[in-house]
Structure formats: structure tokens, C-alpha cells
């Protein structure tokens, strides 16, 4: 059974770009979340997903953040026009249920130049 | 708030030397309390976990008892391996937060372990 996915694992964009962010969860699993880890900093919630729905975003920056997770394909984490602060490490984690263990991926290390 | 403060690092030891890694809590009622290693390039595994007051968690050598008194959750080892070099993450899962949002981990800020052989 593969792990959660997560790519690219690296990402260079330079600011005002968009950054996509994929994650696959594992087989079965149907909650998916997203961290941020902030340099010097721990992981952080950002939003929690289930198919098709967004359960709680309450983490995620106001403007310029999106997630989603359709019913087909993976959760996408977009961050459009980013700016030197949106460098950090991004992990996804699922679960097969809402307070089931969490599962991480390896994460996508975005860099904003 | 719930929150969670563990020590910084780097830490660097010899192989079979004791470790231990510090990991103090703030939460209300009885969170449960999880140790996870971050192996490089690799994505946070759960090494181990506690449910209450007073459990031990204990997997591959790693040990962490659950203490309310002092509201802590130390992690150790007796004697560490070249191969347990990784970050290591205090974290807790509060299942009292508010608006049901039980699901929400707290983390620490990790601490990078060194084994040199």
C-alpha cells in the first residue's frame, strides 16, 4: 500500500507566480490536511478536507490560499501571486477518518525567489 | 490555546549514548500526546504515542511517559544508533478543541538528532 504522495517535492517560483501543490493520499483514505512548517518553526494546521468538501480552512491565510480535494485526482493546495514569506515546507497527511491517525507525506519544500 | 514546546537542537551524540529529547505541553483537559521522526527526505512517521495520564509509549528503543503533573512527554532512548539520526516532533491532538476540531495536531518545532559512529 503506498504512502501519501506529495509532488513536486521541490518548487522554485518567482514571486507573483502561482504554486500548485499536489498530495495523493493513501488508498482508502477520504480526510485529507495540509500543514505548513514555517522555517525555524513547527508544523502548522492549515485546512482540512474531505472529498469534494472543505471541512475547516481556519488556518489558511485569507487571500491568495486555496485547497481543494475533487472526487477524482488529488488535493491541490494553490498559492497564487506568492511572496518570499510563502517559503516553507508543505505537508499533507491523510486519514481514514476524521480522528483517525494521520499519515504524512514526504512534503513540498517551496522556495520563492 | 494548545501548544507545545520541545528543545532545540541540534543534538549531537555518539552512537550508544542516552538520549533523551524534552517535550513540555499547554492544553486543557487531556490531549493525547504523539513522538514523530522525520527520517531525511522521507515524510513524519509516528514513532509513538500516548492516550492519558501515566501511559508509555514505546516503540524501536523509544520510550515517552505521558506525566499531567509536570505536563510533559519526554522522549528516550538508551542507547542511540547511527540510523536514528532524523528530526524528531512532539506533538498533541486535543480532543476537547473547541468547534469539534479534534483532528487538529500541534506541533512542536522539531529537534535534529546527529548520531555520529
Known amino acids: 500500500n503506498a504512502g501519501v504522495m506529495q509532488n513536486p517535492r521541490h518548487l522554485v517560483r518567482r514571486r507573483g507566480q502561482e504554486a500548485r501543490l499536489r498530495c495523493s493520499p493513501m488508498?482508502?483514505?477520504?480526510?485529507v490536511y495540509w500543514y505548513r512548517q514555517l522555517p525555524e518553526e513547527g508544523l502548522k494546521f492549515m485546512v482540512y478536507?474531505?472529498?469534494?468538501?472543505?471541512?475547516?480552512e481556519s488556518g489558511m491565510p485569507k487571500e491568495r490560499f486555496s485547497a481543494e480535494f475533487p472526487k477524482e485526482g488529488p488535493s491541490i493546495l494553490r498559492i497564487q501571486q506568492v511572496v518570499r514569506g510563502d517559503s516553507a515546507a508543505y505537508f499533507c497527511a491523510s486519514s481514514p477518518a476524521r480522528v483517525g491517525e494521520q499519515y504524512f507525506g514526504p512534503g513540498t519544500r517551496l522556495t520563492v525567489t | 490555546g494548545n501548544s507545545v514546546t520541545q528543545m532545540e537542537g541540534p543534538v549531537t551524540l555518539s552512537e550508544e549514548a542516552f538520549l533523551t529529547i524534552n517535550c513540555t505541553y499547554t492544553?486543557?483537559?487531556?490531549?493525547?500526546l504523539f513522538w514523530y521522526v522525520q527520517y531525511p527526505g522521507e515524510g513524519l512517521q509516528l514513532l509513538l504515542k500516548a492516550t492519558k495520564a501515566d501511559d508509555k509509549g514505546s516503540n524501536k528503543g523509544f520510550e515517552a511517559t505521558y506525566r499531567k503533573e509536570t505536563t510533559s512527554f519526554h522522549l528516550e532512548k538508551g542507547s542511540v544508533q547511527v540510523s536514528d539520526s532524523a528530526v524528531y516532533f512532539c506533538a498533541l491532538r486535543n480532543l476537547l478543541n473547541s468547534g469539534g476540531s479534534n483532528y487538529k495536531l500541534t506541533f512542536g518545532k522539531g529537534t535534529l538528532l546527529t548520531v555520529n559512529p
Open positions: 488508498k482508502g483514505h477520504s480526510h
Open positions: 492544553a486543557t483537559g487531556y490531549p493525547s
Open positions: 478536507l474531505q472529498k469534494e468538501n472543505i471541512i475547516d
